[in-house]
């Protein structure tokens, strides 16, 4: 396929979030950890694990939990707006993250480097290609027996299927400010079906903070 022809990228959220991220209005929701990731966190220590990725990291309110704790904090972001607020906060707290910049199509890490990565609220932006790429990419860096902890989109979101449907399963709805980009739904089968080189420990949908925001929240280990 020419260039010329080439379909649009749809991993590019992180343009968006760029923007809010330049704001102390814009980053005020997302300062605190979220607390099924702060809860699992001590049991990965106990567990022996210290590396970890912020996959997605935003303004760093997971990174610099983990950092706090005393793992090896590492974070990759498409925003530099974000990246800068991380670093700025990291700074202010006393604690060091290793920030960079980066698609979540194409990871910067050798393979196995990680004991945990975190994708919260991130791997759905995209076509069901990004998607797949971006699972594969986890599963390259995660060690074997590795811990990946994320959201996904549910189809019970009270979003899915409006606007208009740019590949299977995935919606641009430009009515609504957060949805103006490319998103990408499933159901649990589809979900599984997605990790099916890891072995699920839970799967739960959540409510996030509006009404019908269903969300699915998974933990699962990476086959040995």
């Known amino acids: 396929m020419s260039p010329a022809t080439q379909s649009p990228r749809t991993d590019t959220a992180y343009k968006a979030w760029d923007e809010r991220w330049q704001s102390e209005d814009g980053r005020a929701d997302w300062l605190v950890p979220a607390p099924d990731v702060a809860a699992l966190a001590g049991e990965l220590y106990a567990r ?5 990725l912020d996959l997605g990291c935003g303004v760093g309110r997971h990174a610099h939990h983990f950092a706090e704790l005393g793992f090896q904090a590492h974070a990759i972001d498409g925003s530099e707006a974000g990246l800068a607020e991380l670093a700025r906060a990291a700074g202010k707290r006393g604690v060091s993250v290793n920030a960079r910049r980066g698609l ?3 990871l910067a890490y050798d393979d196995n480097r990680f004991d945990y990565v975190l994708a919260f609220n991130v791997i759905y932006h995209g076509d069901g290609e990004v998607v797949h790429n971006a699972i594969s990419e986890i599963a390259r860096v ?3 027996g590795g811990t990946f902890q994320g959201t996904m989109l549910s189809k019970r979101n009270r979003n899915h299927g409006l606007g208009r449907e740019i590949s299977q399963d995935t919606y641009v709805n430009e009515k609504v400010d957060d949805k103006a980009h490319p998103h990408f739904y499933c159901n649990g089968d589809e979900l ?3 990790f099916s080189e890891f ?3 839970s799967l ?3 409510e996030h903070r509006r009404p019908g925001s269903w969300h699915w929240h998974l933990m699962a280990e990476l086959g040995q």
């Open 48 to 52: 022996g694990a210290r590396t970890v």
């Open 204 to 206: 739960e949908e959540h």
């Open 199 to 201: 072995r699920i420990r």
């Open 104 to 106: 979540m199509t194409d």
């Open 192 to 194: 599984t079906l997605l």
């Open 142 to 144: 995660l060690k074997p």
